[in-house]
């Protein structure tokens, strides 16, 4: 297959132990025709030497100097893609400072990709994703899915009636096509994260394909800015306080609620407003403003709302009966 060109956007902060590895692993993928655009967001630590070093020594690595000080992961992401939006086209792949890419990790996705644009009209918003391994801080198995070890699976039809509530798309997996950046980008604040956007707004407006083999390592070591701890781990009562976890979701709930409300306004501004996907999503947000709990509650079921795992969905529709 044909190298494409593509840009990869990586935003770190206080990445020290393992963004060289990470890097590293980049630079050592089977397609070379890339570009590595990275911003890093005010670390204290000696990742701004190490990018440095790294970019004198590979023209493909591109630094961002800006005087925008520290956003945070969501924000650094937008800024990052807004950037790979104003330069030349190509699909955009995202990256984490602490992971470590297979050497196919770039062919396969954009194979993935091109398979899916093919299959579709010209100009349809499409998101790839993958499963991805665990790995330790020191490089050691933990499991070989990520995807299992969550207990989440990918949806391909109706992906919304999930996504308004949970989230399986993983961003440091992510390839998306030009049609999605220009849709997506700016991440508005109201979303949870850069991954959960993008993937509500292919479901919405395109679509989302997957790769179920690992393409990447996810390190695991307890300063991520999502850790992954596993769903029995979460379920076992000796191991999560399952109030502090109750307030949690509830909070995150009403985040998921007000990234609705964004990307109602989103659709409506790109000239969607009257498709069914719009629809959907505004009788999501009209759900919520039920004033009883049980209307709520049905209104939910007719749109068939479900997290994955019944565990999951239970408590999705507890939280209905709480003010939202």
Known sequence: MRDEPVSILLATRNGA??????????????????????RDDESTDGTPEILRELARTDSRIVLVSDAHGRLGAAANFSLLAARALAGPPGPVLFADQDDVWFPAKIERTLAALRRAEAARPANIPILVHSDLAII??????????????????????????????????TGCTVMVNRP????????????????????????????????????????????????ARGFWRTMNPARTNWWTLWREGLRNHGRALAQAHALLARLKASGRGGSHAAEFVEAFTRMHGQPTPPKRVSGAL?????????PRTAVLYARLLCKT
């Open 17 to 38: 132990p393992f963004v060289r590895e990470q890097i590293e692993s980049i630079r050592s993928q089977n397609v070379t025709d890339w570009t590595l655009v990275i």
């Open 180 to 227: 999605l950046l220009e849709l997506a980008i700016p991440v508005p604040g109201e979303a949870m994260m850069h991954d959960w956007w993008m993937a509500l707004c292919a479901a919405a407006c395109g679509s989302i394909a997957f790769i179920e083999e690992p393409t990447m390592a996810y390190r695991r070591h307890g300063e991520n800015t999502m850790t």
């Open 136 to 169: 330790d801080r020191k490089g050691q198995p933990v499991h070989d899915s990520f995807m299992r070890f969550q207990r989440i699976r990918h949806e391909g039809a109706q992906a919304l009636r999930t996504l308004l509530v949970q989230n399986f798309v």
């Open 302 to 310: 007719r749109l068939g709302l479900r997290s994955q795992t019944l």
